[in-house]
């Protein structure tokens, strides 16, 4: 019979003991996975264990029960739209129909010891975000998630959602220069390496890459997320389809950053986003969360279609 031992621990390790859960860190490490370790708490004790009377503290969530899976959560979904290609008018008959938007937990979950997900994501080209992270990713520029505040293909909008459409501005500043710039930059010197490694690119990702730039030019000249390419749709799908010169299309690049740095010179967009308008609804939402309406709903709210 072969017996399946445990690893042993190193010295600093920090740990949780299965029985008092107390934390602490490994002070002393045995030679063998079948000795003992010496543990020190906080309060300056220390004491002998075997190795299966303690667990890797970061492993520790494992054992604290999620509190509801993704299907219940899906049910606290707020707002749910259709993004990518079949928003930005570049679908073809097999385009995936990609949705996104955020979900509010509701309060009992939040509060306890309940680990609730950041996101939530499915096999069906699905992504919600919860709502703070939403929120924060908003704040940052973070071109996914305005679009879903921006986009026309609405199919799930509760009030709360509503709500936080119609102050969407708030997330609109200066700032989005930074952001659509540095993250076009970083994706092209791999797309080159690409190029260099491979003799292409990957010329779905080259073309949205330069729609992100005409969004970034529009929403710095307009104060407004375009979701819609049709004066730019033909010669962006032959980008897509590698009609186009890898030459030209770099050209078109630089171009378009030298528009995107002119644009923000002109910009009637804030330096910042606004903060404290942003950190008031999340607190509303939260205030919503633990009402007792929505606690109910919660139990019995229907499935999203």
Request: neutral net charge.
């Amino acid at each position: 019979m072969q017996v399946q031992l445990n690893p042993v621990l190193p010295v600093g390790t920090k740990v949780l003991t299965r029985v008092g859960a107390r934390v602490g860190l490994v002070t002393h490490a045995p030679a063998g996975p079948e000795h003992g370790y010496r543990i020190r708490f906080a309060n300056g004790e220390e004491a002998a264990f075997h190795r299966n009377e303690l667990t890797i503290f970061k492993h520790s969530d494992a054992a604290v029960p999620i509190g509801a899976n993704i299907a219940q959560l899906t049910h606290c979904v707020q707002l749910q739209c259709i993004v990518g290609s079949r928003a930005y008018g570049l679908d073809h008959e097999s385009s995936d129909i990609d949705r996104r938007g955020f979900f509010l937990p509701p309060a009992h979950l939040h509060w306890g010891l309940a680990i609730v997900p950041e996101q939530l994501e499915n096999d069906n080209e699905e992504c919600y975000w919860e709502i703070e992270k939403f929120i924060r990713l908003a704040l940052k520029g973070n071109p996914n998630v305005l679009e879903c505040l921006y986009s026309p293909l609405i199919e799930r909008c509760t009030p709360l959602a509503r709500q936080l459409i119609e102050m969407r501005s708030v997330f609109l500043s200066r700032h989005i220069h930074r952001t659509y710039n540095s993250y076009v930059l970083s994706q092209f010197k791999k797309l080159e390496q690409d190029l260099r490694n491979h003799q292409a690119p990957r010329w779905k990702h080259v073309m949205h890459l330069i729609r992100l730039l005409l969004s970034g030019i529009a929403v710095l000249r307009d104060g407004f997320v375009p979701l819609r390419v049709d004066q730019h749709r033909d010669r962006l799908l032959a980008i897509r389809n590698g009609e186009i010169p890898w030459e030209q299309v770099e050209s078109w690049r630089l171009e378009l950053h030298r528009q995107l740095e002119d644009a923000l010179d002109t910009s009637l967009l804030p330096e910042h986003p606004d903060f404290e308008n942003a950190n008031a609804f999340l607190i509303h939402a939260r205030r919503h969360a633990a009402s007792a309406g929505y606690e109910a709903g919660f139990a019995q709210a229907p499935e999203i279609s």
